[in-house]
């Protein structure tokens, strides 16, 4: 028996954002793909409409459009993919562009390796700018939060910015929850306790072109930090000690900086401090180093360590200030304790 063809939806949740769509509309009708595919547009309660980008695009005919009320990414993501006529949803976030080549290589690994669900990488185009590269760099790297959701092949944490799953996955699950952000690792651990398997498809890459600067890049880690908690308290039996990380990062240049004044008035020795920073000036050495040998540009290296500082230290913070509520408030449901994270149209900023 031959390994069934897969009809393939691509869902799209947009939020004010219709020149990010066409871009991506424009590199889904570039697919060097021989069979039929739909793709599914849900305008999640936007003020600017991107009807008009469906409508102009080549690929008007594959495409429906569906406008809701405003309920976040994760519940418009099931909104169409209960619309959807695919065996397989592949989920894209209208910030991404694809590669000519991403439904066949998405195609390639289904039909040599099927798995339920997946997860793909990122990159980035030479037409960003040097901050998105210095982001992508950093959300990427094996040495930050970014990289260590591949790094066991069984605990590959598929995105939603780039993530696929099949029709059976979505019907024992129902799909994405409220929260946000964090609904996509929520998804995933949901997945693995009902048996399903993810892999990371390390050919089917977008172009993720983050609309961000240093201070949106702060509070979106400092977001993900203050989730993390969240989702060990939900999936306990997924904790792993990486995602610590970021706080024993903070914690540890904290207690350099404070001992700073203690070896100026003689109390520390001067050689005990460079002691005890080495293993700080080794890891950002090598994460130099790393961003050194993938850009090939000292300007962007600077920026990536820049970027590297911020993320740990966002992330670090958020994931510590939740430990605190979880520990001070253990008798509190979550929703009620964390209201801003599982999505209310009201709330946009980090509580």
Not at 141 to 155: A, D, K, N
Not at 330 to 338: A, G, H, I, S, T
Request: glycine share 6%; with cysteine.
């Amino acid at each position: 028996m031959g390994t069934p063809v897969i009809f393939y939806s691509l869902v799209i949740p947009v939020y004010n954002r219709p020149e990010e769509l066409r871009l991506l509309l424009d590199s889904i009708s570039l697919q060097v793909f021989e069979r039929d595919f739909e793709v599914l547009v849900v305008e999640d309660g936007s003020l600017i409409s991107a009807k008009q980008v469906c409508e102009n695009s080549a690929i008007h005919s594959k495409i429906s459009y569906y406008q809701k009320s405003n309920s976040g990414p994760g519940l418009s993501r099931n909104y169409g993919m209960l619309r959807a006529k695919g065996d397989y949803f592949i989920i894209l976030d209208s910030d991404c562009i694809l590669p000519s080549t991403y439904l066949r290589e998405v195609d390639t690994e289904l039909s040599e390796n099927y798995v339920d669900f997946f997860g793909g990488p990122d990159s980035a185009l030479e037409s960003f700018t040097p901050l998105q590269k210095a982001v992508n760099l950093v959300m990427t790297s094996t040495l930050s939060t970014g990289g260590v959701r591949g790094g066991l092949p069984r605990y590959f944490e598929p995105r939603s910015f780039n993530m696929g799953l099949s029709k059976k996955v979505f019907e024992a699950t129902s799909g994405f929850g409220a929260m946000h952000p964090g609904e996509d690792p929520d998804l995933v651990m949901r997945a693995w306790k009902r048996g399903f398997q993810s892999r990371l498809f390390p050919k089917a890459f977008v172009y993720h072109q983050r609309r961000i600067h240093l201070t949106s890049f702060f509070i979106q880690v400092y977001k993900f930090g203050r989730v993390r908690p969240i989702l060990e308290v939900l999936h306990p039996e997924y904790k792993r000690l990486v995602f610590k990380g970021p706080s024993l990062f903070l914690i540890y240049i904290a207690a350099i900086v404070l001992s700073l004044p203690f070896a100026l008035i003689g109390l520390l020795s001067l050689k005990l401090i460079l002691l005890i920073s080495t293993p700080f000036l080794v890891y950002m050495g090598l994460f130099k180093l790393q961003a050194l040998y993938k850009t090939h540009s000292i300007k962007l290296t600077s920026l990536a360590v820049m970027a590297f500082i911020i993320q740990m230290t966002g992330y670090g913070m958020g994931y510590m200030r939740s430990k605190i509520y979880l520990i001070l408030f253990r008798n509190k449901p979550l929703e009620q304790l964390f209201p801003r994270y599982f999505f209310n149209p009201n709330n946009k900023e980090p509580s």
